[in-house]
């Protein structure tokens, strides 16, 4: 049988994960239509309400029931207003390691909430789930993500050299790949205990 993630839904301080609901479409197109999300991920751009419709009903959940991992909608706490999205994936269950990424909406960043939603994931995958190592990759040049790996206590384990493909603006106002180094970032449960930031309020 395949081992899957539960239907988890985890709240912290400010934000609750739980899983994307076919409600949160507009609100999903709206937040990967971003220049960041655009250079540093692989989102189709422009990113439409119908890329947004077929990841919300089929991918992700796919990616659950296959057992390769969880998507996560982050939403704040008080507002209920969509914020993020967290992606764990290439779970390997006989290891007990998964990868993840994340985007956070433009509107919503530099308040902590990429740290504190990944944090409170690789405290629920640790405790919880019995995982033993968390993966973050991310590209050379994006020092947000990089703040985000390092805010969680992840520690950079080493440089793979041309193994990822980005995108830059060109002149004519179009997009085109450039080749770039990968950093990968490894985090495991002893490493939590000189996280800061806000833990997990509660899962269920
Ligand atoms: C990366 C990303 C998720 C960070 O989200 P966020 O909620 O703003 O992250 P946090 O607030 O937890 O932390 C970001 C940190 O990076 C810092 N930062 C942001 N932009 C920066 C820059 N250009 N140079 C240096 N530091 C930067 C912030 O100051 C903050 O650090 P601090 O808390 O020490 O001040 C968000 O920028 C994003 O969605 N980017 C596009 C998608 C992406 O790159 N995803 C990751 C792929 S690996």
């Known amino acids: 049988m395949t081992?899957?993630?539960p239907d988890v839904s985890i709240s912290t301080d400010r934000l609750v994960l739980?899983?994307?609901?076919e409600a949160d479409i507009p609100a999903l197109a709206d937040m990967m239509n971003d220049e960041l999300t655009a250079a540093w991920?692989?989102?189709?751009?422009?990113?439409?309400?119908?890329?947004?419709?077929?990841?919300?009903?089929?991918?992700?959940?796919?990616?659950?029931?296959?057992?390769?991992?969880?998507?996560l909608a982050v939403d704040e706490l008080l507002t209920h207003r969509l914020v993020g999205s967290l992606h764990l994936k290439n779970t390997n269950w006989h290891t007990l390691t998964s990868?993840?990424?994340?985007?956070?909406?433009?509107?919503?960043?530099?308040?902590?909430?990429?740290a504190e939603s990944v944090l409170a994931v690789a405290q629920w995958l640790f405790r919880d789930q019995k995982f033993e190592r968390l993966e973050l990759r991310t590209a050379a040049g994006n020092t947000a993500s990089q703040q985000?790996?390092?805010k969680i206590g992840s520690l950079s384990e080493g440089v793979l050299r041309n193994a990822l493909i980005v995108r830059s603006r060109t002149e004519d106002g179009g997009w085109t790949d450039i080749r770039t180094d990968l950093i990968v970032w490894g985090l495991l449960p002893e490493d939590l205990e000189d996280a800061h930031g806000h833990g997990p309020v509660g899962a269920r």
């Open 148 to 150: 985000v790996a390092q």
């Open 18 to 21: 739980r899983p994307f609901e």
């Open 3 to 5: 081992s899957t993630f």
């Open 99 to 114: 990868e993840i990424g994340y985007v956070i909406a433009p509107w919503a960043r530099g308040e902590g909430y990429a």
């Open 41 to 71: 991920t692989s989102v189709p751009i422009p990113y439409t309400p119908g890329d947004a419709h077929r990841w919300i009903t089929r991918s992700a959940p796919m990616e659950r029931t296959s057992g390769r991992g969880i998507v």
